[in-house]
């Protein structure tokens, strides 16, 4: 099963009692200051759930699957998340 942003804000404002309209106000000022904090390339943590970073990746070469070509990468700079303990532990023991 995927959840999707609209059905993410309705579970949000059921368990937080706001309105749809303020939670999907609450969720995009957190999507906007994670966005700004990783394009000034700071990280984001929130203790328990997780860590918001970013990553250089150099400029390289690689092969094509099943073919000969070969094709040349530019660097860039990708966003990582790395999973909190509790968040694993929550996930591990899921049924």
Sequence with gaps: KRMNKKWFIGAG???SGLTKK???TA???VFD???EALANKDSVAFIG????????????????P???RTVNV???T???FKVGKALKEAIANAK
């Design 74 to 76: 530019p660097a860039t």
């Design 49 to 64: 759930f997780g860590t918001f970073s970013t990553a250089s990746r150099e400029a390289r070469t690689t092969k094509v």
């Design 66 to 68: 099943g073919t000969d």
């Design 13 to 15: 404002a059921a368990k």
């Design 78 to 80: 990708v966003a990582k």
């Design 22 to 24: 303020d939670s999907k």
């Design 27 to 29: 969720l995009d000022a």
């Design 33 to 35: 200051t994670i966005t």
